[in-house]
């Protein structure tokens, strides 16, 4: 098991410039998130998924799109970024469709939106 | 809406001394609480959880958190640190729709 993977592991942008960060789990989880974790805020959800063709926001949704066309697949969409986005992003899955369990981790992307 | 309080942003131990890392949390019903580790450049592991039952948990790496409902509190706990142990440590509060972190505590190990 891979558990739950990332790309790229770190990207540099432009403002205005779009991208996608890609995340895959292959758990068969139906529960995806994503975070972004700033220095000495914590981790901060972005968008969540219970299962396929069903996302949701989290606390920070603003200039982010997800779409779950697939159990395994959860990427996340920069539309226009902007340097207030220079974060680093993880993914993290859990079983069961329920945040209350466990919850598994990527290694994150690093952004720096210039 | 649910908060979680991490007081201390650095501790520095000494390797072989014991380790408290606090956290307190607000939340309106029986909260499930995690401790997640995060190693430099990694990902977040989880050290332990609480959902139900006996209030003293055991996690890995020789880990160890009491939850005390009066207190609010959910820390967590190490006998003796080791120099590897040396990471940013979070503590969580589940709820429907993700964890809400508290904003993490550095540990520094001593020689």
């Known amino acids: 098991n891979a558990g739950v993977t990332q790309t790229p592991k770190f990207q540099v942008l432009k403002t205005g410039q779009s991208m996608t960060l890609q995340c895959a789990q292959d758990m068969n989880h139906e529960y995806m998130s994503w975070y972004r974790q700033d220095p000495g805020m914590g981790l901060r959800l972005i968008h969540y998924?219970?299962?396929?063709?069903?996302?949701d926001q989290g606390e920070v949704p603003n200039g982010y799109n997800v779409s779950r066309s697939t159990t395994e697949d959860f990427p996340l969409r920069l539309l226009s970024a902007a340097p207030s986005q220079t974060s680093v992003y993880f993914c993290a899955s859990s079983s069961e469709g329920s945040s209350y369990n466990e919850q598994f981790f990527g290694p994150g992307t690093r952004l720096t939106v210039l | 809406a649910q908060s979680v309080t991490q007081p201390d942003i650095h501790i520095t131990v000494s390797e072989g001394a014991s380790l408290e890392l606090r956290c307190n949390y607000s939340y309106g019903a029986t909260p499930y609480l995690f401790w997640y580790v995060q190693s430099p450049g990694q990902g977040l592991q989880l050290l332990l959880k609480?959902?139900?039952?006996?209030?003293l948990v055991q996690g890995i790496k020789g880990f160890e958190a009491e939850f005390k409902r009066s207190q609010s509190s959910f820390n967590l706990r190490k006998p003796s640190v080791h120099w590897s142990d040396a990471a940013e440590y979070f503590c969580a509060v589940g709820r429907a729709d993700g964890l809400t972190f508290g904003k993490g505590t550095h540990l520094i190990i001593q020689p």
């Open positions: 609480y959902f139900s039952g006996d209030t």
């Open positions: 998924s219970v299962g396929a063709g069903i996302t």
